[in-house]
């Protein structure tokens, strides 16, 4: 059995959700509308409490829409150190915009609203204009944790203050909502705009959506349409994302409990640990002791075993839980860490 704890992006379409892929009515969504991409759109602007949204094809292309929408080139952008649109989306932000990115941080995915605050250039005519700040939930390289509300709320206050724009790269929000319960509308209300990922922890093949108001949406628009992200009959792919956003959203607390029991068994095991009271959804951090083996190596290891994750860093994995994991696939994964650290002992 394969068990693939590398991300939440690697889950197939179940039977149901192949089913409503070929029952469904679609249209050329650049031509006249494709009613089904509409009723996404409609039922995502609900649930995420934004008055319109629209449907693109990735999570990068959806944080990189509002980065367009938002921006002129020249202008300075501010996120944390270790930021998904920062870190991973090839460089975007400069090559597609123009704009330049002041980070703020380090690993535990937080930011001090005041370090926000003493980051906003002056209107200066040496500076750059800051234009947006932008902040992640929940935060993927700091291992999926929740960044509290009061932290949240107080860094989009200084975006209030100043009159600059706030996004909110909402790739695995739902898991924040799971977790936290709080509503999405509730973390949304403090920002401007919002994207959200429908094929990662909800379980759809494709698709993401960027949320916002009227005037944001217009600018955002063009600039899907600039990148190539205004698909044709794309509702195929959108009545997947709708059974993915109706259906799939409350079931993450199973992800969540089997990450901390993934976290409490592989950090029992002797050149392994594991902080996990860290753990609140669906990712689980596990270090590996630098004199037992490199992360890489023991990855390679469980690859044996049919097992597989991914390396974060040097010393440290990083395992995803999501619906095509369970408790078949952590015993798997456990007796293959404990056979391969029964040498370290
Ligand atoms: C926080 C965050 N934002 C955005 C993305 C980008 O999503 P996609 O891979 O669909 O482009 C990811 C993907 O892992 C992510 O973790």
Not at 51 to 57: K, N
Not at 133 to 142: F, G, S
Not at 211 to 222: K, Q
Not at 291 to 310: C, Q, S
């Amino acid at each position: 059995m394969r068990a693939d704890f590398r991300s939440d992006t690697v889950t197939q379409p179940s039977a149901a959700m192949r089913a409503v892929m070929l029952d469904v009515e679609v249209g050329d969504d650049v031509l006249d509308g494709d009613p089904t991409v509409r009723l996404l759109e409609e039922e995502a602007a609900a649930w995420l409490g934004k008055p319109r949204a629209i449907f693109v094809p990735s999570g990068t292309m959806a944080n990189q829409v509002a980065l367009g929408a938002w921006t002129r080139p020249g202008d300075e952008i501010v996120c944390q150190r270790w930021a998904h649109i920062t870190t991973y989306e090839g460089g975007a932000p400069g090559y597609l915009h123009g704009v330049q990115t002041l980070t703020i941080g380090n690993r535990s995915g937080r930011m001090d609203p005041q370090e926000v605050r003493e980051a906003i250039r002056p209107d200066f005519i040496h500076c750059p204009s800051t234009t947006l700040i932008c902040l992640e939930q929940t935060h993927n390289v700091a291992g999926g944790v929740v960044i509290p509300m009061e932290e949240f709320a107080a860094v989009a206050a200084v975006g209030k203050e100043h009159g600059i724009a706030v996004h909110l790269d909402g790739a695995r929000l739902a898991n924040a909502v799971v977790a936290s319960g709080v509503p999405a509308s509730d973390w949304t209300s403090h920002v401007d705009s919002v994207s959200l990922c429908l094929s990662k922890g909800l379980g759809a093949p494709v698709g993401s959506i960027v949320a916002g108001d009227d005037a944001f949406i217009e600018r955002a628009l063009r600039v899907r349409k600039r990148l190539g992200g205004w698909m044709r009959q794309a509702g195929f792919l959108a009545s997947a994302a709708r059974m993915a956003l109706r259906d799939n959203v409350s079931r993450m607390t199973l992800d969540h409990a089997l990450a901390r029991q993934l976290g409490e068994r592989l950090g029992a095991l002797p050149g392994l640990s594991c902080e996990v009271a860290g753990i609140e959804t669906n990712m689980a951090m596990v270090h590996v002791e630098p004199e037992f083996m490199t992360a890489a190596a023991f990855a390679a290891e469980l690859a044996k075993h049919d097992v597989h994750v991914m390396a974060m860093g040097p010393q440290v994995l990083r395992f995803v839980t999501h619906l095509d994991v369970g408790s078949p696939h952590l015993e798997q994964l456990v007796a293959a860490a404990t056979e391969i650290t029964a040498v370290h002992a």
